[in-house]
């Protein structure tokens, strides 16, 4: 049976991500170029949309319930010319969590947990942080999710989460996923035969 189509977006930048500092489940704003990325990707779904035979309401929309990610899903959906209330949240969308080392930028860890972070380096997929959780036991969460799609779904989310997909619409393998880059400001286009990136 074919999976049903999912655009997923990143959120759009914050200013802790112009500092590299770990978000996780933290509830960080989007900035200003954030906003402006999430408008863009509605013009770019627009396209998207209409490329695929595909009304832009007829579709689901539901967004992970952290705020950077609803700033988004909302500022897409205007840009669309939709309410910006016509979507739902699922926590299982959150972000991959980083317990005790969210808030903190990599530099600063490997100065002082450089242990953790060399373990976490030699199996990214695996690494659980301390109070966190791994790429794996997040892909669970996103498996589940993605298993419940009744059809055709607009999604805006996290990096993490989209890191999960990849594996599990057989795009990226465990190890590969985690090294991929996520982009802002872009839709990507999750099918049973492949991901493409836009924008």
């Known amino acids: 049976m074919t999976a049903p189509i999912l655009y997923f977006l990143r959120h759009g930048e914050t200013d802790w991500n112009v500092e590299g500092r770990l978000q996780g489940e933290q509830d960080i704003p989007l900035n200003a170029l954030g906003r402006g990325q999430a408008t863009d990707c509605g013009r770019i779904l627009r396209d998207l ?23 988004t899903m909302e500022l897409m959906r205007t840009a669309l010319g939709l309410p ?18 969210e808030g903190f930028t990599w ?44 059809g055709d779904t607009v999604a805006v989310a996290h ?8 594996v599990l619409f057989g795009a990226a393998t465990p190890d590969e996923a985690p090294q991929v880059d996520i982009g802002q400001g872009v839709v990507y286009r999750f099918t049973s035969s492949g991901v493409s990136r836009h924008g």
């Open 49 to 71: 949309l209409a490329r695929d035979g595909h009304a832009p309401a007829a579709l689901p929309y539901v967004a992970s319930p952290l705020i950077r990610a609803r700033e």
């Open 159 to 166: 990096g993490g989460t989209a890191r999960a997909l990849l």
């Open 107 to 150: 530099r600063e860890l490997r100065r002082t947990v450089p242990a953790a972070v060399a373990a976490r380096q030699r199996d990214k997929w695996r690494f659980i942080p301390p109070g966190g959780e791994s790429y794996a036991q997040m892909a669970q969460r996103m498996g589940e999710w993605q298993a419940s799609l009744q």
């Open 84 to 101: 910006v209330a016509g979507y739902s949240t699922d926590p299982r969308l959150r972000e991959v969590g980083f317990g005790q080392w």
